[in-house]
């Protein structure tokens, strides 16, 4: 079964309004979770890392404004895009490592209207 | 200077044959860990294998195979008796340092199509 379990996991919005992405560990503590962004038929791209209780890192070119990363505690991270736009619309999927492993939740797919 | 390369965008692959998918890498690092993943159409991220680079034999799981040449930066996913299943994108990754709160770095991707 999942180990980080992500949802939803199809979002449609309405331009400006902003979306939340939701990844919970479900057996083990994640004290790091990774943020990704996938536009089509092209490979995942690091937006930021976030660790349990402080501010996320954001990658070279990430609005930290627009994608609000939220890490309160140890099983659950989110990820809110704020006035989405629809240049927004993308595949956001989120990981955890846990030992020499990296799991990934399921994956979000977003469009923007 | 890209850190991982995948030269093949798309391959194809008769089923029940073998076939591998190639990744180079660049790193200065003395630890680094390799990951390959497959990605449906459906995005999820499945892990297939790991290699950490002080391991010295050739990572395996199933039908799944590393080719680890570390002299060369190259770490090769073999796939035996190839399924129509495993259809779908595959990624190869690296990690490093090798260590807990380091990011997975993703290659382009290659796209394996398997032949009935």
């Known amino acids: 079964g999942a180990v980080v379990s992500q949802h939803p996991s199809r979002v449609i919005c309405k331009s400006g309004t902003s979306v939340k992405i939701e990844c919970r560990s479900l057996d083990f503590q994640a004290t790091t979770m990774f943020w990704y962004r996938q536009f089509p038929k092209k490979s995942l791209m690091l937006m930021a890392t976030?660790?349990?209780?402080?501010?996320?890192?954001?990658e070279q070119g990430v609005e930290k404004d627009k994608f609000l990363i939220n890490h309160a505690s140890l099983t659950l991270s989110t990820l809110t895009v704020t006035s989405a736009h629809p240049e927004d619309s993308s595949f956001y999927i989120c990981s955890s490592p846990r030992g020499n492993t990296i799991y990934f939740g399921e994956g979000s797919w977003l469009t923007v209207v | 200077a890209q850190k991982i390369t995948q030269t093949q965008p798309g391959m194809f692959v008769q089923e029940k044959e073998a076939v591998t998918l190639d990744c180079t890498y660049d790193t200065s690092d003395q630890s680094y860990g390799l990951f390959w993943y497959k990605q449906p159409s459906s995005g999820e991220m499945i892990f297939l294998i790991y290699q950490g680079s002080y391991d010295e034999q050739n990572a395996t799981e199933g039908r799944y195979s590393l080719n680890f040449q570390k002299a060369r930066k190259s770490a090769n996913l073999v796939i035996s008796a190839s399924q129509l299943g495993d259809s779908a994108m595959y990624f190869c990754?690296?990690?490093?340092?090798?260590?807990?709160?380091?990011?997975?770095?993703f290659g382009k991707g290659t796209r394996l199509s398997v032949i009935a």
């Open positions: 976030s660790n349990e209780g402080s501010k996320a890192t954001y």
């Open positions: 990754a690296m990690r490093e340092p090798n260590s807990g709160n380091t990011p997975l770095v």
